[in-house]
Every structure is written in structure tokens, then in C-alpha cells.
């Protein structure tokens, strides 16, 4: 199975260039994980593309949730409780590679992480970026 790689596109754009340029290195980091897996060389790299993805996956979400409360988004605790989920899934995803689980090829994770990052940009976040672009969010 081949998978295209996701290259950054402004119909992910919310319209809020800090988070637009967040998620832009969300999907450089994924990026990397696909060339490596093309190139032959993912297995020599996994944990540290996984590492960087839980590590700026975190800050990201953090940033999201701080506009949330300087704006007073209504449905932060929605949002937020999709953030945890999705961290959780990432860290799960990532003890299990260290303990040695085949729990997923390479190119079914790529997958899972593609899709992810796209839902969320394109489900979640294009749903609160209207009320933080209408308070004053750049």
C-alpha cells in the first residue's frame, strides 16, 4: 500500500496564521515520517519523529486551549477533552512501538496520523475558528 504524502494546503487554513503555522509544522512533521518510510529508512527513525510529534502536538494544543480561555470559547471543554484523547492515543501508539508491538506497519500509522491531523484541522478546529477570528484571533 502507498500513501501520497500530505503537503500543506490553505483549505487547511482557520484562517489564524499562529495556529495555521502550528499546524503547517504538524504536517512537515509528518511529512518526515512519510519520506523516511519511502526512502526505506523509517524503523532508524520512528521514535524520534513519534517523540517530536507527542512533544509539539502538546504545545499546540496548549496554545488552542489558552486562546480558548483569553476569548472565552463556549465549547473549550469539548475541544479540549479531543485534545487529551488524541494524546493519549499518540503516547498509547508510542509504548507500544518501544515494547517492541508490531501494532501497525509504518505505512498503516502514516496513515492514521494523516487522517488524524486532517480531521482535526478540518473538523475541529475549522468549527472554533469563526468565534476566535470574530474576537480579535490573528
Request: glycine residues 6%.
Amino acid at each position: 500500500m502507498t500513501i501520497s504524502p500530505i503537503n500543506w494546503s490553505e483549505e487547511f487554513s482557520v484562517g489564524i496564521k499562529s495556529i495555521d503555522n502550528q499546524h503547517k509544522k504538524l504536517v512537515a512533521i509528518i511529512k518526515t515520517l512519510h519520506d523516511a518510510i519511502a526512502d526505506g529508512e523509517a524503523s532508524e527513525i520512528l521514535g524520534k519523529i513519534f517523540d517530536e510529534l507527542l512533544d509539539y502536538s502538546r504545545h499546540h494544543f496548549s496554545y488552542e486551549e489558552e486562546l480558548f480561555k483569553w476569548y472565552g470559547y463556549p465549547d473549550a471543554e469539548h475541544h479540549k477533552k479531543e485534545h487529551v484523547e488524541l494524546a493519549n492515543h499518540l503516547a498509547r501508539l508510542r509504548r507500544k512501538m518501544e515494547e517492541g508491538d508490531n501494532f501497525m506497519g509504518e505505512v498503516l500509522l502514516l496513515k492514521f496520523l494523516q487522517d488524524w491531523l486532517l480531521n482535526h484541522i478540518m473538523k475541529s478546529d475549522k468549527q472554533y475558528a469563526p468565534f476566535l477570528i470574530e474576537k480579535g484571533a490573528k
